[in-house]
């Protein structure tokens, strides 16, 4: 079965660096999405991702985040300078325009000190 | 996005049948119902997703009455590895758009 890969598994960074987490979707996938999920608490929608541009994000999705599809296969969400409420799982996941449910990572546990 | 409202929790046992009702009131004409289950510091895993009456495949059964305002996720014979979250959310089936989950029904099955 098809899988979407997310690199690192977990990350740990000092407050006000920058990190860069990494997806790889499935292959004939056309939609990519960010989510997080802090300790406890609901999976958040960040931001979605078509045609090379970013299609809706969410408040929380502030000009400290960016996304890019740099080459055909990798999706990948920066965050400029983190801040210690930046600590949760982020979750990326894809979907084609058939499909009936977006297939998710394993996630990237980021945790900021 | 119709808002859906489902129990915090739920409890069973292993071997048990397992039904998890969501309600969606303001359900759409265009609108689907999805269900996905999340292990801890897993991703989210898509289960199963209907328009009416009732859905079937090798993981569960969704049972959505005719007026779509719930439905029901059945899980056969429950194993430990089912305890899992469980959400129910309901959209526009072929959307690019945007999903977002809501708290979830939290299911823990006992030995």
């Known amino acids: 079965e098809p899988e979407v890969t997310q690199t690192p598994s977990h990350q740990v960074t000092q407050m006000g660096q920058e990190v860069i987490l990494r997806c790889v979707p499935i292959?004939?996938?056309?939609?990519f999405y960010w989510y997080r999920q802090i300790l406890g608490q609901k999976v958040e929608f960040l931001v979605s991702?078509?045609?090379?541009?970013?299609?809706?994000k969410s408040e929380i999705f502030d000009d400290q985040f960016s996304v890019e599809r740099p080459d055909g296969s990798n999706f990948t969400l920066k965050i400029r300078s983190t801040k210690l409420e930046d600590s949760a799982m982020y979750f990326c996941?894809?979907?084609?325009?058939?499909?009936?449910?977006?297939?998710f990572g394993s996630g990237t546990r980021l945790t900021v000190v | 996005l119709a808002k859906t409202t489902q129990p915090i929790s739920m409890d069973s046992y292993e071997g048990q049948e397992v039904n998890i009702t969501c309600s969606h009131n303001?359900?759409?004409?265009?609108?689907?119902i999805t269900w996905y289950q999340q292990f801890p510091s897993q991703g989210p895993r898509f289960i199963i997703q209907?328009?009416?009456t009732k859905v079937t495949n090798e993981v569960a059964s969704l049972f959505i009455p005719a007026d779509r305002k719930s439905s029901t996720l059945s899980l056969p014979r429950v194993s430990l590895s089912d305890t899992a979250v469980y959400y129910c959310?309901?959209?526009?089936?072929?959307?690019?758009?945007?999903?977002?989950f809501g708290s979830g029904t939290r299911l823990s099955i006992r030995p």
């Open positions: 996941a894809s979907r084609d325009s058939q499909a009936y449910g977006y297939t």
């Open positions: 292959s004939n996938h056309l939609y």
């Open positions: 991702f078509y045609n090379n541009e970013i299609s809706e």
């Open positions: 303001n359900i759409a004409t265009n609108d689907y």
């Open positions: 209907g328009y009416k």
């Open positions: 959310l309901v959209g526009r089936g072929s959307s690019a758009s945007k999903i977002i």
